[in-house]
């Protein structure tokens, strides 16, 4: 089984996603391969925050701060029943890129670890609320799962794997997608996908109908 998912570090729904189906599987004893794709949802975003959580959620959605405070209050209670802490609304909203470009390089390098790193990155953002584009930050995590600073700072000091970001973005485009998160599961000559983050009772019962054969080539719906 492999699984392909597009998410951005940016999207709480992606973190909160990744979660349910991770915790599916788990549950199922399943093995399978992992992919991130990259998804900027806001690519023009600076490397240093610029504009707080709360007002950037407002303008995004047309509402007013009182009520983006609320929605992302909402966002983070639905988060602690998935079991993950997070505080929304403390984000430092920085752009992705540098993230996508250490998980894409962990990918391609370290694929047993990449989960891991993937999961870290999410609960620096959220959880810690550190500025996911900062070097330091990144290294840090990087470390933390057992890689060599040596390695990781020189790669995110440049632009490697800047690339791999742009081809998954351009991908994501030719598939039609425009919002994450959304995953593919592939099963023998099967596919399944499943756009947005479904319950984690919802994602199971796909990954036990896909083995079973009971779901053929289709979008779950």
């Known amino acids: 089984m ?3 998912y597009w998410s951005d570090f940016n999207c709480p729904y992606s973190y909160i996603g990744l979660k349910r189906l991770s915790d599916a599987v788990n549950e199922l004893d399943l093995d399978p391969e992992w992919e991130l794709k990259a998804f900027e949802l806001e690519p023009m975003l600076d490397t240093e925050p610029t504009t707080p959580m709360i007002i950037r959620h407002a303008t995004k959605f047309g509402i007013t701060p009182a009520e983006a405070e609320k929605e992302m ?3 983070d209670e639905i988060a602690k029943e998935d079991g993950l802490d997070i505080n929304y609304k403390g984000t430092q909203l920085v752009s992705s890129r540098n993230a996508h470009r250490l998980a894409k390089f962990v990918q391609r390098k370290y694929p047993e670890l990449s989960q891991n790193l993937i999961f870290k990155i999410y609960d620096a ?3 810690k609320n550190e500025i996911i584009s900062d ?6 995590i990087a470390t ?3 890689l060599n600073e040596e390695e990781i700072r020189p790669m ?4 490697s794997y800047g690339l791999e970001v742009d081809l998954d973005m351009e991908d994501a485009r030719f598939n039609g997608l425009n919002s994450v998160p959304f995953y593919v599961i592939v099963y023998n000559e099967e596919q399944l996908s499943v756009p947005g983050a479904f319950e984690k009772i919802d994602f199971k019962i796909a990954l036990e109908d896909l083995i079973s054969g009971k779901i053929k080539y289709k979008t779950f719906i």
């Open 2 to 4: 492999k699984i392909i």
């Open 73 to 75: 209050d909402e966002i």
């Open 125 to 127: 953002n959220f959880s």
């Open 135 to 140: 070097i330091d930050v990144l290294s840090k």
């Open 144 to 146: 933390s799962i057992g």
């Open 156 to 159: 995110l000091s440049g632009n």
